[in-house]
């Protein structure tokens, strides 16, 4: 199985800051990796696809980037609505996996 | 738009049973795999199920292999997931979600998901 390891677990930042969330995998997976963010009693949201593609919709604030075992998402000017769970995931094999979660509060 | 409503979750005993169902709109149904995806309380995102859209290819989470069954009525526009011998360890939020895909093999992601539907495993 393809372990995804995000870091941090949990990040304190204010409004404006400039926030990066890192996921490893176990193994390479090309670019095979999404993130979701989730709000609290809310289902997940999909924000990047493929590594970089910016989903439809979402502010462009929000970007990736990475490939092989080695991604990030990245925030340049966190928003109060940003404040919320994130995830990878990979979909190169089966199981499917995602990250840990990393919860970002408001400092 | 996109819809997906999932219903048939509840309260159950330790070895019971419970069928979920997703009713899909908005798109072409039987294009797409679905996935099942679970969430216990306050934990983070567990990847259940998976199958293509002609309903072929399903394939499980190990945790669940055996026990679960996911299937799908494209002439309905509807997922399901069959629950059997289900444990504590079960007890989640339970989403579906519509894959980028028709198949179970490729560059996918998961887009939207429903609000989910609370399965609880307790005597």
């Known amino acids: 199985d393809i372990q995804m390891t995000q870091s941090p677990s949990s990040l304190s930042a204010s409004v404006g800051d400039r926030v990066t969330i890192t996921c490893r995998a176990s193994q390479s997976i090309s670019n095979y990796l999404n993130w979701y963010q989730q709000k609290p009693g809310k289902a997940p949201k999909l924000l990047i696809y493929a590594a970089s593609s910016l989903q439809s919709g979402v502010p462009s604030r929000f970007s990736g980037s990475g490939s092989g075992t080695d991604f990030t998402l990245t925030i340049s000017s966190l928003q109060p609505e940003d404040f919320a769970s994130y995830y990878c995931h990979q979909s190169y094999s089966s199981p499917i996996t995602f990250g840990q979660g990393t919860r970002l509060e408001i400092k | 738009e996109v819809q997906l409503l999932e219903s048939g979750g509840g309260l159950v005993q330790p070895g019971g049973s419970l069928r979920l169902s997703c009713a899909a709109s908005g798109f072409i149904f039987s294009s797409h795999a679905m996935t099942w995806v679970r969430q216990a309380p306050g934990k983070g995102l567990e990847w259940v199920s998976t199958?293509?859209?002609?309903?072929?290819?399903?394939f499980y989470a190990d945790s669940v292999k055996g026990r679960f069954t996911i299937s799908r009525d494209n002439s309905k526009n509807t997922l399901y997931l069959q629950m059997n011998s289900l444990r504590a360890e079960d007890t989640a939020l339970y989403y579906c979600?519509?894959?980028?895909?028709?198949?179970?093999?490729?560059?996918?992601?998961?887009?939207?998901w429903g609000q989910g539907t609370l399965v609880t495993v307790s005597s």
């Open positions: 979600a519509k894959d980028r895909c028709g198949i179970t093999s490729c560059n996918d992601w998961f887009d939207p």
């Open positions: 199958i293509s859209g002609s309903g072929g290819s399903p």
